[in-house]
C-alpha cells in the first residue's frame, strides 16, 4: 500500500503563482495531478513518468503549468504559473504502482490518491 502526501495549496490573486508536492511512501511509477471543481468532473492536469520523464498536460494548463518529479525522493511536483479564476480546484495527486511505461489521463487508471489540497484564485 502506497501513501501520498500533497501538499502546498492556498489562495492566490489572478496572475499569481502557487507549487504543489506531493511525496509518496513507496516507489511508484507514473504520478499524475488531477482537479476537481465543485459541481464538475475530476480531470486531468499533468502526469510524469518514472525515469524518463516523459511529460503530459490537460489543454487547459499547457505553457502555465509545469509538473516534475525527483525519483530518489518519491516526489513530484506541479508548479503553477499565470493562474486563472477558473483554475481554482481541490487539486489531486495520484499515482499508478502496478504498471510501468504508461501515463494515462483517465482517473480509473490511477492506484493511489491523495488528500486533496485547495487552490483558489481571486479574480
Known amino acids: 500500500q502506497v501513501q501520498l502526501a500533497d501538499s502546498g495549496g492556498g489562495f492566490v490573486q489572478a496572475g499569481g503563482s502557487l507549487g504543489l508536492s506531493c511525496v509518496a511512501s513507496?516507489?511508484?511509477?507514473?504520478m499524475s495531478w488531477f482537479r476537481q471543481a465543485p459541481g464538475k468532473e475530476r480531470e486531468f492536469v499533468a502526469g510524469?513518468?518514472?525515469?524518463?520523464?516523459?511529460?503530459k498536460y490537460g489543454d487547459s494548463v499547457k505553457g502555465r503549468f509545469t509538473i516534475t518529479r525527483d525519483d530518489a525522493k518519491n516526489a513530484v511536483y506541479l508548479q503553477m504559473n499565470s493562474l486563472k479564476p477558473e483554475d481554482t480546484a481541490v487539486y489531486y495527486c495520484?499515482?499508478?504502482?502496478?504498471?510501468?511505461?504508461?501515463?494515462?489521463?483517465?482517473?480509473?487508471?490511477?492506484?493511489?490518491w491523495g488528500q486533496g489540497t485547495q487552490v483558489t484564485v481571486s479574480s
Open positions: 513507496g516507489r511508484t511509477y507514473a
Open positions: 510524469i513518468r518514472r525515469s524518463t520523464y516523459i511529460t
Open positions: 495520484a499515482a499508478i504502482s502496478r504498471t510501468p511505461d504508461i501515463l494515462p489521463i483517465y482517473r480509473l487508471a490511477y492506484d493511489y
